[in-house]
């Protein structure tokens, strides 16, 4: 009986060869992400951390800097399009990445750093706590506003979640 192997998950940050990979991957899972168009994702791309298996981006996570929430020498830090190729999930990508960027992150002395999820049970996992999401309305009004699935961003189902750093 053959032995199996671990994957060699390789996390690294992004270059503009990965943009392509990343598109597709935030793409490929639209009731979790909201789709980044591929122009966006290139000019923010020193803002992403991608994930690589032989070569293929199968993890990618990247974040915003929000200093209309919290104080202009400490803005919050918003972790976002945090995606994992599906036949790959449950195998510590998703923690990597999210782990690396915190620690990335970090380095920025934020306030906080916070996301908004359908997954909360994995963001309490990396140590986030849900907060009110009125605590976060600037972002809300910002991100909610160009989504068309539902009425308002406090019927939709997504948790607000935060990191004190
Ligand atoms: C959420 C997601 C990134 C997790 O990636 P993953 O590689 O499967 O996560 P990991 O294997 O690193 O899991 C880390 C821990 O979280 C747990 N976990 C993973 N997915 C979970 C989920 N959906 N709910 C609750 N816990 C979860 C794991 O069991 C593991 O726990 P352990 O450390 O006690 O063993 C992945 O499911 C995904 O890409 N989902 C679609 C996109 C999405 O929802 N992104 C977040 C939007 S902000």
């Known amino acids: 009986m053959g032995v ?18 990343i598109y597709s991957l935030i793409k490929a899972y639209p009731k979790e992400l909201l789709p980044r168009p591929i122009s966006d994702i290139a000019e923010n791309i020193d ?38 190729k599906k036949s790959l999930r449950k195998h510590g990508v998703g923690r990597l990445l999210v782990e690396a960027a915190i620690e990335r992150i970090r380095i920025l ?19 986030f706590h849900e907060v009110p999401k009125v605590s976060l309305m600037h972002k809300l009004y910002m991100g909610c ?8 961003p406090f019927t939709c189902p997504e948790v607000a979640m935060a990191m004190d750093v």
């Open 109 to 127: 002395n934020p306030s906080q750093i916070i996301c908004l999820t359908f997954t909360p049970g994995f963001f309490a996992k990396m140590g």
């Open 145 to 152: 506003i160009n989504c068309a699935k539902y009425d308002s």
């Open 4 to 21: 199996k192997r671990k994957p060699k998950f390789i996390v690294r940050n992004a270059g503009f060869t990965d943009a392509e990979g």
């Open 47 to 84: 803002r992403f951390i991608v994930c690589e298996l032989k070569g293929a981006v199968v993890g990618t996570v990247s974040w915003s800097i929000l200093p209309e929430i919290g104080h202009v020498r400490h803005p919050a830090v918003e972790v976002k399009s945090l995606s994992v």
